[in-house]
């Protein structure tokens, strides 16, 4: 990123969910280098107070899956924002589909997909209030790949992929855009030492 919008006064800023590590810590470092204010919110309170401080950014304790967390992001949020990260997400377990634990894929579906609504949801007024917001859902590969072991997490991340499609299509003449990446596989904490 080298450039910062300017849809107000001010450094922009941005909320990075999931922000306590791998991908979301590196989002959150990289916009700060470029000039945006960043809110990390996740769950992991001591992490994303140390990365809000070495960022000159700000924390907000946040669990996607909470009405109550999301709506307390929204508030230190406040009536402006000008990019939502919504990298918030988990991968649990590797049976099979026909060995499926339900507990696991409900819960993989509550913070890939529910809590990616729920936030954004929460943030699309003040998204919209800058004239020009920015979502960006980061999905996986895997939400277009099937794997052995992965039916729970490939069909969250499909549900992610379709509900951002989605919401595009209903923004489409609304000040806000909706993009989403899908990395592959990446070396990150928590992926790589839940999943292989």
């Known amino acids: 990123m080298t450039e910062v919008p300017t849809t107000h006064p001010g450094r922009p800023t941005a909320v990075v969910t999931g922000a306590s590590s791998g991908i979301g810590a590196a989002t959150a470092r990289a916009l700060a280098a470029a000039g945006f204010r960043v809110i990390c919110a996740a769950r992991r309170t001591d992490r994303i107070e140390a990365l809000a401080a070495e960022i000159d950014g700000d924390a907000v304790t946040c669990d996607v899956t909470s009405a109550d967390d999301v709506e307390a992001l929204a508030a230190a949020v406040g009536d402006r ?11 649990l377990g590797l ?26 949801k929460a943030l699309l007024p003040a998204l919209e209030a800058t004239g020009a917001g920015i979502v960006v859902n980061v999905g996986s590969i895997a939400g277009r790949t099937a794997y ?34 899908a990395p ?13």
């Open 148 to 181: 052995e072991g992965g039916g729970g997490y490939t069909a969250a991340k499909h549900a992610l992929a379709v509900m951002t499609e989605t919401l595009r299509l209903e923004l489409w003449d609304r000040p806000v855009r909706i993009t989403e990446i």
């Open 95 to 120: 049976e099979p589909v026909h060995e499926g634990d339900i507990v696991k894929w409900r819960r993989m579906y509550e913070i890939n997909v529910i809590g990616t609504l729920q936030v954004t």
């Open 184 to 196: 592959g596989m990446v070396q990150t904490e928590g992926f790589s030492l839940v999943r292989f």
């Open 81 to 91: 924002l000008d990019v939502l990260v919504n990298n918030a997400g988990g991968a």
